[in-house]
């Protein structure tokens, strides 16, 4: 069956980067998109952006240009996501999901990350 | 970018009711080859969101039936038929016509 199984929390201070993985299996990793998705404590579920494995194109919600930079490890079928510049407004639950183009059908358990000094 | 609006908590309702969730867009979600990528997911507490509809009116794999999706065009409702004390949590109405995707601000179902 798809699983997506994410890192560990992170707590980093503020002004530092973190870096968080997500390995995919039970399907085809090149085959879908992996999408990241960002919800802050107690609130709604925002789009960061999405990478294909294939060929490593990625796309981004222009909010998070220069926040957040998607890679890929196609030999371990893992998706990474690096946030720089931290501040605390970057705190927040960090998900990997499966991309089908146009919604998000597998989700990773989530990454907790809190910024404080 | 496109914005999802969906009330903050729904009516509540008793174990074995209906419940209805709407999401209104603020375009019209029909992408240029037709279909319409309007999505349903369900945040139980504690957990991930875990997709129940996608485009429009397809339950994914291993959704009850008692769990619908109806709408068209910038007007879309969830429907749950027989609330089960698991249909708890927060419903997220999620567009995937539009760059940047968007997710609604989440309903939350509550049992009288």
């Known amino acids: 069956q798809v699983k997506l199984l994410q890192s560990g929390a992170a707590l980093v201070k503020p002004g530092a980067s973190v870096k968080m993985s997500c390995k995919a299996s039970g399907y085809t990793f090149t085959d879908y998109w992996v999408s990241w998705v960002k919800q802050s404590h107690g609130k709604s579920l925002e789009w960061i952006g999405e990478?294909?494995?294939?060929?490593?194109?990625?796309n981004f919600n222009e909010k998070f240009k220069g926040k957040a930079t998607l890679t890929v490890d196609k030999s371990t079928s893992t998706a990474y996501m690096e946030l720089s510049r931290l501040t605390s407004e970057d705190s927040a639950i960090y998900y990997c999901?499966?991309?089908?183009?146009?919604?998000?059908?597998?989700w990773g358990q989530g990454v907790m990350v809190t910024v404080s000094s | 970018d496109v914005v999802l609006t969906q009330t903050l908590v729904a009516q509540p309702v008793r174990l074995g009711d209906q419940a209805s969730i709407s999401c209104r867009s603020s375009?019209?979600?029909?992408?240029?080859?037709?279909?319409?990528?309007l999505e349903w997911y369900l945040q139980k507490p504690g957990q991930s969101p875990q997709l129940l509809i996608y485009?429009?009116?397809n339950r994914f794999s291993g959704v009850p039936d008692r769990f619908s999706g109806s709408g068209s065009g910038s007007d879309f409702t969830l429907k749950i038929s027989r609330v089960e004390p698991e249909d708890l949590g927060v419903y997220y109405c999620f567009e995937g016509t539009h760059d940047p995707f968007t997710f609604g601000s989440g309903t939350k179902l509550e049992i009288k």
């Open positions: 375009q019209s979600l029909v992408h240029s080859d037709g279909h319409t990528y």
């Open positions: 990478i294909y494995p294939n060929s490593g194109a990625t």
């Open positions: 999901t499966r991309d089908t183009s146009y919604y998000f059908d597998y």
């Open positions: 485009e429009v009116s």
